[in-house]
């Protein structure tokens, strides 16, 4: 069975730079073809793909955020981090791991997704 | 980048009726590269199509996805109490994207 579970600081403050961990198991990262993407979601508004790693290291970001992202990961503890950068109070939203299938560097669909951890931007 | 736009935002119907959400595309969608997934309050989305019409493992076959090109739908043929949600479709690729949700609540 494959579970993701998000964790990471509730509150930061403008400014700061956010810090989120992706611990999974039931796959390995170190597997050929197993990706792990970020998404969040900003209270009562929709979804928002933010990055990917891939089993060899490639990554990929959104294209609105990537001077404030970084994704990396760590295999030897399932583990995926998720950087940002200059955190701001519109960046206040669930943030959601997920695996992905995907064909190359075409991201398919996100299944499943961890249960979401709520990050708070305010002073 | 691709923008999906979901219409209705909103859907009032009541238990056992047919629900027919929409998705448009800005451009066309390569392959029928496009899934649905279900949201409930307080609980990460859900995949149910992927493929356009491909159900997901586990997925009453109440669900049905349909479309190509620019125009995607996702039927559900008999509400059940426990799919009144909100649904989100996604387009594949290098930097996928979401529509803004249609919310399928009760009459």
């Known amino acids: 069975q494959v579970t993701l579970r998000e964790s990471g600081p509730a509150l930061v403050k403008p400014t700061q730079t956010l810090t989120l961990t992706c611990t999974f198991s039931g796959f390995s990262l170190s597997t050929s073809g197993m990706c792990v993407s970020w998404i969040r979601q900003p209270p009562g508004k929709a979804l928002e793909w933010l990055a990917r790693?891939?089993?060899?290291?490639?990554?990929y970001y959104s294209t609105s955020l990537k001077t404030r992202l970084t994704i990396s990961k760590d295999t030897s503890k399932n583990q995926v981090v998720l950087t940002m950068t200059n955190m701001d109070p519109v960046d206040t939203a669930t943030y959601y791991c997920?695996?992905?299938?995907?064909?190359?560097?075409?991201?398919?669909?996100?299944?499943?997704w961890g249960q979401g951890t709520l990050v708070t931007v305010s002073s | 980048e691709i923008v999906l736009t979901q219409s209705p935002a909103t859907l009032s119907l009541s238990p056992g009726e047919r629900a027919t959400l929409s998705c448009g595309a800005s451009?066309?969608?390569?392959?029928?590269?496009l899934a649905w997934y279900q949201q409930k309050p307080g609980l990460a989305p859900r995949l149910l199509i992927y493929d356009a019409s491909s159900r997901a493992t586990g997925i009453p076959d109440r669900f049905s996805g349909s479309g190509s090109g620019t125009d995607f739908t996702l039927t559900i043929s008999r509400l059940e109490p426990e799919d009144f949600a909100v649904y989100y479709c996604q387009q594949y690729g290098s930097s996928p994207t979401f529509g803004g949700g249609t919310k399928v609540e009760i009459k």
């Open positions: 790693i891939d089993w060899d290291d490639d990554k």
């Open positions: 451009q066309s969608v390569s392959s029928s590269y």
């Open positions: 997920a695996r992905i299938q995907a064909a190359g560097a075409t991201t398919l669909w996100f299944d499943p």
